[in-house]
Structures are given as C-alpha cells and as structure tokens.
C-alpha cells in the first residue's frame, strides 16, 4: 500500500525566485491537505484540495496557490518567495474531503536565500 | 478559532519510565489525532480519536470530547520514541478536513 509521496525532498532557492512542490495521495485517497512547518513550530494549514478544486483555505496570502489533477496527486506553488517562506512543507491526504483520519507525506524541506 | 494547547512543552525520561501527555482545545471537535514526528521530520500516525479510548502496544490514548482534552500515555519508553508529539485537531460543520496543531511536546528518552 503506497503512501503519501512528496517531491522534491529538499530545496534551495533564491528571494523573489518561484517553486513547485509536489505530492502523491495514499492509495484510495482523493483529498490533498498542505500545510507550512517553520522551526520549532506545529503544522499550519495552507490550504486543501478535492475534486479539482480548492475547499479550504488557511490564512495565507495569494502566493500561495495550489493545483489538483485528475489522478489526484496535487502541486503547491508558491511564487516571489520571501526568506519567511522558509519552512518544511507537508502534504496530507485524506478519503472524499472527509474529516476522517489524515497522512501526511515526508516533507519537503525548503531554503529561500 | 480553536486553541490547541499540548502539555509539558519539553519531557526527559529515562528508558522504561511511563509518561502522560495533554491535548486541551477550546471547542468542540470532530477530529483529533496524534502524531509522532521523527527527526526527519515525518508525521506519523499515532491514534484517531475524536472520543473514546485506543491502544496500540505500549502506547493509548483517551479523548474526553465534553471536556475538550486528550491524553496520550507511553509505557515502557524506549529512546525510539523520542521526539516531537503533536495533538492535531479539526472542528466546525463546515470544516472539510483542515487540522489545527498544537505547539507539541518534545520527549527525550535517555538510555
């Protein structure tokens, strides 16, 4: 049973420069969860995908965007990167949106310079 | 919104001492979980437990939903079980799913 994937596993970018994480949901899944995870801090909820279309949003600006496609694996872009945007990256599935039980991915860890 | 408080912030044990970790929230909930993050940096699946109890081994944990709090007991600790515990909830009838963490609770387990 594959579980929830994420790519790439560490990153480095430069200040004001564009990224595109991306992730795979647990088998059987069709909602994806991202959230952002500075140092010494708890998750916080980015946003969340089902059917293609975001349902949820967490307090983060507009830089923030996010894609799913059909096969339900999901893209977090987030654009003119600040070095606050720091931070590991998780990304979490879910069955139908629900508010059953949540697994969440590796991580990716990104370094804005 | 909700607030989710985890208690003690920081937990030192020496192998094969039991430990009782807290959950508080300030509203109703329906879901709540635990995890383990690794040093890596992965969350793992400890519980699902928006009420009742659940064991797992060495590890359960209780959620008492009218009381808004949850507990997470470690038995027998090894030093595998270092690292950051979070409580994770999700509340509201809108809600599709979106969890609120608390700040966690790191536990060293010292051989």
């Known amino acids: 049973d594959a579980g929830v994937t994420q790519s790439p596993t560490h990153l480095i970018k430069t200040r004001g420069q564009q990224v595109t994480l991306r992730c795979s949901p647990k088998s059987g899944h069709d909602t994806v969860s991202w959230y952002q995870q500075a140092l010494g801090q708890g998750p916080q909820f980015i946003f969340q995908y089902y059917e293609e279309e975001e349902r949820q949003r967490g307090n983060f600006p507009d830089r923030f965007s996010g894609h799913q496609f059909p096969n339900y694996s999901s893209e977090l872009n987030v654009n003119a990167l600040l070095l606050g945007d720091s931070a590991l990256y998780l990304c979490?599935?879910?069955?139908?949106?629900?508010?059953?039980?949540?697994?969440f991915g590796p991580g990716t860890r990104l370094t804005v310079t | 919104g909700i607030q989710v408080e985890q208690s003690p912030p920081d937990l030192i044990l020496q192998e094969g001492a039991n430990s009782t970790l807290r959950c508080n929230f300030s509203d109703s909930v329906n879901n709540l979980q635990w995890f383990h993050q690794n040093p890596w940096g992965q969350l793992i699946n400890l519980f699902y437990?928006?009420?009742g109890t659940k064991q797992n081994g060495r590890l359960s944990a209780t959620t008492v939903a009218t009381e808004r709090y949850s507990l997470l007991y470690i038995s027998s600790s090894q030093t595998t079980d270092s690292g950051v515990y979070f409580c994770?909830?999700?509340?509201?009838?809108?809600?599709?799913?979106?969890?609120?963490f608390g700040q966690g609770t790191t536990l060293q387990v010292k051989p």
């Open positions: 437990i928006p009420s």
């Open positions: 994770a909830v999700g509340y509201g009838s809108s809600n599709t799913g979106k969890l609120i």
């Open positions: 979490a599935s879910s069955f139908r949106g629900s508010k059953g039980e949540q697994y």
